[in-house]
């Protein structure tokens, strides 16, 4: 009984925290893209100098954005194929994803 106990535990204490990574996920791209919309954008259509400064403090914002919906679309899909996803599910998604050759790259020169 005491380990059929223990291992519900785990299993919710996995299913909680899967939920927030996605939450956390979903939440971050909704800021990055508010990021750009009520920031980035405006600045880079303004004056040189506004285009220049939009540079600087956004730095590829529009390629960050890319690189979260594609995350948080994997992620949904995930989700829906399998309700239960583990955390290890999650791991391995999140590994194939940094170990790809092109974006590890891009990865590194931005950040």
Not at 36 to 47: I, K, N, Q, T, V
Not at 90 to 106: A, I
């Amino acid at each position: 009984m005491n380990s059929r106990l223990v291992l519900e535990f785990d299993r919710l204490c996995n299913i909680r925290s899967v939920a927030e990574l996605f939450y956390t996920e979903k939440s971050h791209l909704r800021n990055l893209k508010l990021l750009d919309e009520l920031f980035h954008r405006p600045m880079a259509s303004g004056e040189p100098r506004l285009r220049e400064l939009a540079d600087i403090v956004f730095p590829q914002l529009p390629a960050l954005i890319k690189i979260h919906c594609e995350l948080n679309s994997e992620m949904k899909k995930k989700m829906k194929e399998n309700p239960l996803i583990s955390v290890k599910d999650v791991s391995e998604m999140l590994l194939r994803r940094v170990s790809d050759q092109h974006q590890c790259q891009w990865l590194q020169h931005h950040y």
